[in-house]
């Protein structure tokens, strides 16, 4: 009988060394929970260790644990759990590194729009490689990427005009 290989100590920490922070960001992008990242960051590195997946080079290992970690974050969010769950207020048990502005305005564009704004602007991967990631084609990502643009640029204006009524600019 054939044992699946397993991949080494060594290599597991090489991977989380060079690729942890991007997992964990693009896991965050999707989901917009630091728990629910956390947990998806292991997932994807317990699975990475289980499948010992051979790989053509960095940039595929680098495209693998994304995808991983994007199909991932999309079950987390599908889960029946995560419907009938109530979440705390994130205001009353601390605050998130990650909270400014921005970033809650990120929050309220849709996920597909957090996934490729993600994706090209803190990841840099191009329209042709998102479409690679997300089963797309590049022109569908193209479309989607303009559209993001267009709804973040909407929301940062909205968010400055009540800033400005409320600060009576």
Not at 18 to 42: K, L, P, S
Not at 72 to 95: H, Q
Not at 134 to 147: D, E, F, H, N, Y
């Amino acid at each position: 009988m054939h044992e699946k290989r397993r991949c080494t100590a060594g290599e597991l920490e090489d991977a989380i060394r060079q690729y942890g922070d991007q997992v964990y960001r693009m896991a965050y992008a999707v989901v917009r929970n630091r728990t629910d990242a956390d947990d998806i960051f292991q997932e994807v590195f317990l699975k990475f260790f289980e499948a010992a997946p051979a790989f053509a080079g960095a940039e595929h290992q680098k495209a693998w644990l994304l995808r991983v970690t994007i199909n991932r974050a999309r079950s987390e969010l599908r889960s029946s759990w995560r419907r009938r769950v109530v979440a705390l207020s994130e205001e009353v048990a601390f605050t998130d590194p990650e909270s400014n502005d921005l970033d809650q305005t990120l929050r309220r564009l849709s996920r597909p729009h957090r996934t490729v704004i993600h994706l090209f602007y803190y990841e840099g991967y191009s329209t042709a490689q998102i479409a690679v990631l997300l089963g797309k084609r590049p022109s569908a990502i193209r479309t989607q990427l303009t559209r993001a643009r267009a709804s973040l640029s909407r929301l940062l204006k909205e968010d400055e005009a009540c800033f400005l009524t409320a600060t009576g600019k």
